[in-house]
């Protein structure tokens, strides 16, 4: 029986995959059981962010795994206050304390919870407690019933009724709408720098000066979802100092980059004063937990991801690496190219579906991915009209000409069937 059928008989059908059965890979490149090389632009979705297979990973993955990989968190774990530290102190650079999940909706339901728990100490004039989050359409914050309830797509709720209730969605960067909104039992506002899943669509610098603005004024938490942009992939450390630099937000989630392809996630919390005691402080002993969260295994691999990306500031490579994509797809002026969108290596192109021959009922994204995947270049769709350039924030200039010579010759096709 082939992989593929075993997946068909034993896995639930929650994937639609593509017909590429993955074999190894080091660096940006990745083989096939049948030993096709490609180059992977995908990276398990923004995930390794120091390619496959980094020196520095395996040493530390074969290092902690010899001493201690998962004790529980009743216990002092060096590596989990080490990380922590790392984060604080080198990437938010603001006052804080972390918590530490496995994925990145865990974090995200970690900062509802925060929301929720703050609403309830924070009670709106009336007395009564404030629990509605304001988050946007297009966005993607998970698939758990909490992290979905705040997702601002139908598709990604559909037939899971009835949601967590409390969440209203507005249009992104409508600075109005979001006015409009606050009501006396709004707690927080929610939103992806630049919403990944969505496509590839980034927040303007206005529209967070007004977020701001209205969480001073309606003693509002800012809960910023980092979950894909975050440590290094726009060019800054952290996403939203893409767009705001000053912007001090008071939740911050992150998972994907975070392990670079280990799973850990995370939310950090400000230790800003609230009711004369931190922010950080609402989630006491008994509020919130994990059992694999912060294992000590998980966290020393952090640790080395993170430590790399600092020490050879690899944030300049990835801004080196956009300018010479936005520079040659632009050169291109290929007509079924619509525009390119995102930041640093979170980069989005936005195809001009009338000019793409695509099969019946396969979208302009997939049918592209399908042809590059045959060309050996892995890149994920983002929606039916964008796909997504997510390489390791190492990547080559090399790489990058080889990967868009391969993507104009895609185009090529695409226009042509």
């Known amino acids: 029986m082939t992989t593929s059928e075993k997946l068909s008989q034993y896995v639930l059908p929650t994937y639609g995959r593509f017909p590429i059965e993955p074999s190894h890979a080091r660096g940006t490149e990745l083989w096939d059981t049948d030993g096709k090389r490609y ?10 962010s120091l390619g ?10 074969k290092e902690q795994s010899e001493k201690l990989m998962h004790c529980s968190n009743l216990y002092q774990i060096t590596g989990q206050a080490d990380l922590a530290e790392l984060i604080t102190e080198q990437c938010v650079k603001i006052p804080g304390k972390m918590f530490f999940s496995n994925s990145g909706a865990e974090a995200n339901d970690g900062m509802i919870k925060l929301a929720r728990k703050y609403g309830h100490e924070r009670p709106n004039e009336k007395g009564e407690s404030r629990f509605e989050i ?15 309830s705040a997702t ?3 598709k990604i709720q559909q037939g899971f ?9 507005l249009p992104y960067n409508d600075e109005h709408a979001l006015e409009n909104a606050i009501g006396d039992r709004t707690v927080a506002i929610m939103l992806e720098p630049i919403q990944g899943e969505g496509g590839i669509n980034s927040a303007t610098s206005n529209f967070l000066c007004t977020i701001e603005k209205l969480c001073e004024e309606h003693d509002l938490l800012l809960l910023i979802d980092e979950v894909q942009c975050g440590f290094g992939r726009t060019g800054h450390l952290m996403g939203w100092r893409a767009f705001h630099d000053s912007l001090k937000p008071d939740a911050i989630s992150w998972a994907k980059g975070m392990g670079g392809g280990f799973p850990i996630g995370g939310f950090w919390v400000t230790d800003k004063q609230t009711n004369g005691k931190p922010l950080s402080s609402v989630l ?7 059992t694999y969260g912060g294992n000590p295994l998980a966290c020393a691999v952090s640790l080395a991801v993170l430590s790399e990306i600092i020490e ?18 632009k050169s291109w002026n290929h007509p079924a190219v619509k525009e390119l969108r995102g930041v640093g290596l979170l980069l989005g192109i936005g195809l001009n579906e009338n000019e793409i021959n695509t099969p019946k009922d396969v979208t302009a994204s997939i049918h592209l991915c399908n042809i590059l995947a045959g060309k050996g270049l892995l890149i994920p769709p983002a929606g039916p009209s964008v796909i997504r350039l997510l390489p390791p924030l190492n990547v080559s200039e090399a790489e990058v ?5 391969l993507i104009r010759s895609g185009l090529d096709e695409a226009i042509s069937a």
């Open 134 to 148: 304001l988050t946007f359409n297009q966005s993607f914050h998970g698939r758990t019933i909490g992290a979905m």
């Open 312 to 329: 050879q500031n690899l944030k300049e490579n990835v801004v080196a690496r956009e300018k010479q994509i936005r520079r040659e797809i």
């Open 161 to 169: 009724a009835p949601l967590l209730s409390g969440f209203t969605h």
């Open 39 to 48: 180059l992977d632009f995908c990276n398990g979705i923004a995930v390794c």
């Open 401 to 405: 000409s080889e990967a868009l010579e």
């Open 152 to 154: 601002g797509q139908k």
């Open 284 to 290: 006491g002993p008994g509020s919130h937990g994990s």
């Open 52 to 61: 496959h297979a980094h020196p520095r990973m395996l040493k530390a993955i």
